[in-house]
């Protein structure tokens, strides 16, 4: 089993940035794709990005290219996403996941945290 902690959501301006972190814990000696969704109020949850173990390959949805990137530090079992110029279609909660393989972790990954909530005002 996996443990996720998100952290680092908050209320911000347009324009502004934030950095979210996905702690991990328990059987983190495996070696986990990990990847960011988010949930809009009032629609489904949608993939936000994805990062191989290594970190060597990532994967954006198309909305937040250039915008937010996606990066791991394996020694601390941390995901990060960096997000700048955020927008208010940005809002909602950010969940972080993960799974064995970044095409698993867009589908249905096996592990998931509990949220953070980032809001963004006009």
């Known amino acids: 089993q996996v443990q996720l902690v998100e952290s680092g959501g908050g209320l911000v301006q347009t324009g502004g940035s934030l950095r979210l972190s996905c702690a991990a814990s328990?059987?983190?000696?495996?070696?986990?794709?990990m990847g960011w969704f988010r949930q809009a109020p009032g629609k489904e949850r949608e993939f936000v990005a994805a990062i191989t173990w290594s970190g060597g390959r990532t994967t954006y949805v198309d909305s937040v290219k250039g915008r937010f990137t996606i990066s791991k530090d394996n020694a601390k079992n941390t995901v990060y996403l960096q997000v700048n110029n955020l927008k208010p279609e940005d809002t909602g909660v950010y969940y972080c996941?993960?799974?064995?393989?970044?095409?698993?972790?867009?589908?249905?990954?096996?592990?998931w945290g509990q949220g953070t909530q980032v809001t963004v005002s006009s």
């Open positions: 328990g059987r983190t000696s495996d070696n986990y794709a």
């Open positions: 996941a993960g799974d064995i393989s970044t095409a698993r972790v867009r589908g249905t990954p096996r592990y």
